[in-house]
Antibody
Framework: EVQLEESGGGLVQPGGSLRLSCTVS????????VNWVRQAPGKGLEWISY????????YYADSVKGRFTISRDNAKNLVHLQMNSLRADDTAVYYC??????????????WGQGTRVTVSS | QSALTQPASVSGSPGQSITISCTGT?????????VSWYQQYPGKAPKLMIF???NRPSGVSSRFSGSKSGNTASLTISGLQAEDEADYYC????????????FGGGTRLTVL
């Protein structure tokens, strides 16, 4: 069974930092890219970051570029999202999600249950 | 890159069919057949219901179907059931590196 589980969320003051982790199981982690997607309270989904299976390629949404860093450890089946200079509008539930893509098919197919991040003084 | 455009809400009675539209641009929906639809219950994670415009993952009911025409994708749910009441989001791969994926604002489906 494919599973992703986020951790590391919590309450942080504006300007502070948090490191989110995503532990995966049930599939060959090193074969898949991973994305982080967030959802602000009462709002829709927002893609924020991507990391390829080998870590060679990373992408960020403009809203987090320069403040967030994505990384992964294939030996430990882990993905991390280091979040610095946090702002109130970063308050959201953060999901890690597996991406399954090839030349003819592409989707974000499995999601974790999410971890809540609240940025407030 | 703006979010894909979905109606905020739709409703239908049990047994009826409903369709949710999702309008994008030539850089996302119009450029790729990598359109997905997700079902989300309050406080829960999104669940993939349709991928690659019209394909259903294993275990998803055949009552759910997808299509695309130009820059607009659609999700149709036939034979509405009470358990279908949820939020639905469309998503598309994007011809850019930021964002890589774009989502619709979500549609709340109410089963009357």
């Amino acid at each position: 069974e494919v599973q992703l589980e986020e951790s590391g969320g919590g309450l942080v003051q504006p300007g502070g930092s948090l490191r989110l982790s995503c532990t995966v199981s049930g599939f060959i982690f090193s074969d898949y890219s991973v994305n982080w997607v967030r959802q602000a309270p009462g709002k829709g989904l927002e893609w924020i970051s991507y990391i390829s299976s080998t870590s060679r390629t990373v992408y960020y949404a403009d809203s987090v570029k320069g403040r967030f860093t994505i990384s992964r450890d294939n030996a430990k089946n882990l993905v991390h999202l280091q979040m610095n200079s946090l702002r109130a509008d970063d308050t959201a539930v953060y999901y890690c999600a597996r991406e399954d893509c090839n030349s003819v098919s592409c989707s974000i197919d499995f999601w974790g249950q999410g971890t809540r991040v609240t940025v407030s003084s | 890159q703006s979010a894909l455009t979905q109606p905020a809400s739709v409703s239908g009675s049990p047994g009826q069919s409903i369709t949710i539209s999702c309008t994008g641009t030539s850089s996302d929906i119009g450029d790729y057949n990598f359109v997905s639809w997700y079902q989300q219950y309050p406080g829960k994670a999104p669940k993939l219901m349709i991928f690659d415009v019209s394909n259903r993952p294993s275990g998803v009911s055949s009552r759910f179907s997808g299509s695309k025409s130009g820059n607009t994708a659609s999700l149709t749910i036939s034979g509405l059931q009470a358990e279908d009441e949820a939020d639905y989001y469309c998503s598309s791969y994007v011809n850019s590196i930021s964002p890589l994926w774009v989502f619709g604002g979500g549609t709340r489906l109410t089963v009357l």
